[in-house]
């Protein structure tokens, strides 16, 4: 499946990685690397995320960092759209995009 990204997931991208590069450049492109490879991943097996209440709509979270990615799969399109890139730590109800 083709991915595609909302412009809030571009902006979560970039603050996650603005804060972390306050730290450390190198961390900061390996964290964003990693979050990019986890959206691939799920461009080509789109059913590896838990369902949210929402149709069609799923959450990851990424095992070696403490982000969550909500995408949608747009089954008529053959392609993920990626809505949110958060904080686990942020995300109140698992079930339901952050807003």
């Keep these: 499946m083709r ?7 571009l902006e979560d991208i970039d603050a996650i990685y603005k804060w972390i590069a306050a730290h450390g ?5 390996g ?17 590896f995320g838990s369902m949210t209440d929402e149709p069609d ?13 909500f995408y949608r799969i747009a089954w008529e399109d053959d392609a993920i759209e990626v809505l949110r890139v958060v904080d686990s730590r942020r995300v109140r109800n698992l079930k339901h995009i952050p807003r």
Excluded: H, K, N
């Design 3 to 9: 991915v595609r990204y909302r412009q809030l997931a």
């Design 57 to 69: 709509t799923y959450r990851w979270p990424m095992g070696d960092y403490r982000y969550t990615i």
């Design 25 to 29: 450049i190198v961390t900061a492109a």
């Design 31 to 47: 964290v964003e690397a990693s979050i990019f490879e986890a959206i691939t991943l799920l461009g080509r097996f789109p059913g």
